[in-house]
């Protein structure tokens, strides 16, 4: 059969799931069907000599041909297949290319994350992979944490609820503020990491419990970003209405009497439950971050919008320094402007930058 000679359908359909990888994703087909992986990869128009794909680090790109015949021989079309697999579209092979299917490996950074188990029960016996802006992800439906650290990929939250309800928060935070909210969430945590290593904060209250719920001690730093979570989106709320501020060039002017940087600082903390710890020196991370983010309009200028509306919490923010450019996947700290990393010394970091 020639390559560009159309395929009959598979007798037996997978439903891809939202987000899955390809690799994962002609796997699951291929088993449906008693076929090997890469009997199906030479089927839809692989090299002969091709491997199989581990989903867990690898993925698969097809070339035009290939997806058509992909679509072909699942019985969908190439818009569902292009609006399911997120690597769909991503793919450099050309309709010329001898090899339309071919594998990679993904960055250490950007490796895919099972997804929730209960989410996709009865979709065989396979995991499941999907693509992942991060090195977790949160499913609210089931009030699950998945993760590629540490060899645990199904954490349960049914002690932990608040974490599932931080997720709700944060999405709706990124319907409002748009990218930006990538880089306010990546701040965030990265507070929230200062705090953590520093011991300030939640160390001795709220997240010893959540340590304790998950039975880890601090050693397990696979386990900080789900520690902190919910008090990282408290903060990333917290720096959305300042940004908004920022973008019209103002500092919190028309706010309510006495609305300084200092004031806002001290409202996080007590957004957070935490006055204390905030005054107690857990206001160095956020001033650092205060400081990263200076509004840089002179103050002739700044005087002349006071009547300017503010930006509607609803209008997405348009991006600023220092976050011109946003990664939109890997590890969140990728996309933070603050220096410090979780695991790594903080004696030697500045504060001021």
Do not use: K
């Not at 090195?135 to 009030?143: D, L, S, Y």
């Not at 010893?208 to 970003?225: E, I, K, N, T």
């Not at 503010?310 to 700290?333: D, F, K, Q, T, W």
């Amino acid at each position: 059969m020639l390559i560009s000679e159309p395929v009959a359908p598979l007798p037996r359909r997978v439903v891809p799931i939202h987000g899955e990888t390809l690799a994962s994703y002609l796997w699951r087909l291929a088993e449906r069907n008693g076929m090997a992986f890469e009997e199906l990869a030479r089927h839809i128009g692989g090299p002969r000599a091709i491997g199989q794909a581990d989903p867990q680090v690898e993925e698969v790109r097809l070339g035009p041909v290939a997806q058509q015949r992909l679509a072909q021989v699942s019985g969908r079309s190439v818009g569902q297949l292009e609006r399911a697999l997120p690597s769909w579209a991503h793919s450099r092979i050309s309709a010329r290319a001898r090899r339309q299917v071919q594998i990679e490996a993904w960055p250490l950074d950007q490796a895919p994350v099972q997804a929730c188990a209960l989410c996709v029960a009865g979709q065989g016996e396979r995991p499941v992979w999907r693509v992942s802006g991060e090195q977790w992800a949160v499913c609210t439906r089931h009030g699950r944490w998945t993760g590629t650290a540490g060899g645990r990929f199904q954490v349960g939250l049914s002690e932990l609820p608040e974490v599932a309800e931080a997720q709700v928060r944060r999405v709706r935070l990124q319907r409002r503020t748009g990218l930006f909210a990538r880089a306010l969430m990546a701040d965030a945590q990265q507070v929230a990491v200062y705090w953590w290593q520093c011991r300030q904060m939640g160390a001795r209250g709220v997240w010893r419990r959540r340590q304790d719920v998950l039975g880890v001690d601090r050693s397990a730093l696979w386990a900080v970003p789900l520690v902190v979570y919910p008090e990282a989106v408290i903060v990333a709320e917290a720096m959305a209405v300042r940004e908004r501020q920022r973008a019209m060039g103002r500092s919190f002017a028309g706010g309510p009497a006495g609305w300084t940087t200092g004031r806002w600082v001290a409202w996080v903390g007590e957004r957070l439950g935490m006055t204390e710890e905030m005054a107690e020196g857990g206001h160095r991370a956020l001033e650092a971050w205060l400081m990263a983010h200076r509004n840089t309009v002179p103050v002739v200028e700044r005087l002349a919008r006071q009547e300017v509306r503010a930006v509607a919490r609803s209008v997405p923010l348009a991006l600023m320094e220092p976050h011109r450019v946003i990664p939109s996947n890997g590890p969140l700290e990728q996309a933070s402007c603050l220096p410090w990393r979780l695991g790594s010394p903080m004696t030697s970091v500045p504060l001021w930058h």
